[in-house]
């Protein structure tokens, strides 16, 4: 039967959405550093345990953090941000690739000296070949199976290694938004298969409990579930080896552009996260849009919807331009509110090398 006019519009006007929101994500998740040049060597002595371990957060605290491009080789950007919002940000999250960047202790200590939780996340695949949007997740020697083979296992004690010897925790955000299409690791690309994700992570995870690394924060980290998405149960590899479960979400991106919430994008995906596991959220990427004016609106129901949640004990912000400029520093009217927000007591907590991250449950 053919169907009718104002049906086959509708559909039309769903797959134009869908389109747009593949070619943007796809575009927002090739947001990596170029590759770093020496950084100068600190002066200082490098962070390390002086006393009593201090819960981080304690309870009944948020930390609040940034996502920028460069991490410790350039700090324009958390300074930008500390500045416009009158708030030192207690986690500073970056990025490593393991075709390009081999264990450099300087890259955490950087973090560490200037009182910020450094939160890496790490991704096997070369950004730098990963050539147009649509090729991203076809690296055919970055499959799972690879890693789970053992191909990466010398890389991989190297970082083990590496990181034993710092002398305060780190957070590793292995192979995130793996329910996506867009990185090598996604299950729906490079040709991987159901269950590979999972077998990877373990493997990963089991070589640097061999070495005998206590120091890491383990952060499973998806992103928001949407339609076609991978299943999370599928991908989570247990409670056993994550501390943390890690969140992308964000207003504005490409078929999403119509405003929403906090609420609206996050709460589907922590209704689902409630069946699966009780371990702590942390919101390892957010932003918002100004392309409609509405960013110091969003940030505003952002921190006014927040205590709802006592599971989110983290909030980190990407402050970074790609398709859409998504720093608060941008706009003196966002970077208000977000001032306005972060001044509430919950969100004052100050990390140190003392600090040793919560990781029990927090849902009410």
């Known amino acids: 039967m053919r169907m009718p006019r104002v049906g086959r519009y509708l559909i039309g006007v769903v797959a ?54 460069q991490g410790s080789y350039d700090f324009s950007a958390v300074n930008a941000f500390s500045a416009a919002t009158h708030y030192h940000p207690s986690v500073l999250e970056f990025a490593q690739g393991w075709a390009v960047h081999q264990f450099d202790r300087g890259v955490f200590d950087r973090i560490a000296e200037r009182g910020m939780f450094p939160l890496m996340s790490w991704e096997p695949w070369n950004y730098q070949e990963s050539g147009p949007a649509q090729s991203h997740g076809e690296q055919p020697n970055y499959r799972l199976n690879g890693i789970t083979d053992g191909a990466f296992d010398d890389y991989i004690r190297g970082f083990a290694d590496g990181i034993k010897t710092l002398g305060y925790q780190v957070g590793i955000r292995f192979a995130h938004e793996m329910n996506g299409f867009w990185y090598p690791w996604c299950e729906q690309s490079n040709g991987n298969h159901p269950g590979d994700y999972v077998k990877a992570y373990r493997h990963v995870y089991d070589i640097f409990a061999q070495q005998g690394v206590k120091n890491v924060i ?48 996050f709460d589907t995906t922590l209704k689902q996260l409630a069946a699966i596991t009780t371990k702590p959220i942390v919101v390892t990427e957010t932003g918002a849009t100004d392309s409609a004016g509405r960013k110091a609106d969003w940030i505003t129901q952002m921190f006014h919807q927040l205590p709802a949640k006592p599971q989110i004990i983290d909030v980190i912000w990407f402050e970074a331009i790609k398709e859409l400029d998504w720093r608060v520093a941008a706009s003196p009217a966002a970077s208000a509110a977000y001032r306005k927000g972060a001044q509430n007591a919950r969100y004052q907590v100050t990390w140190s090398a003392n600090s040793d991250a919560r990781i029990g449950s927090t849902s009410g």
Do not use: C
Request: charged letters at 15%.
């Open 16 to 69: 134009i959405g869908l389109v747009a929101y593949v070619v943007v994500e796809l575009d927002r998740h090739n947001d990596k550093p170029v590759t770093p040049g020496p950084a100068a060597p600190s002066a200082s002595v490098a962070p390390h345990r002086t006393g009593a371990p201090v819960q981080f957060p304690p309870d009944g605290k948020v930390f609040l953090g940034v996502n920028t491009s």
């Open 218 to 265: 383990w952060v499973w980290s998806p992103n928001v579930v949407y339609q076609g998405s991978t299943s999370l149960h599928e991908l989570y590899p247990g409670d056993k080896y994550v501390d943390w479960v890690g969140l992308s979400g964000y207003y504005g991106t490409g078929g999403m552009e119509n405003y929403r919430t906090f609420n609206s994008i």
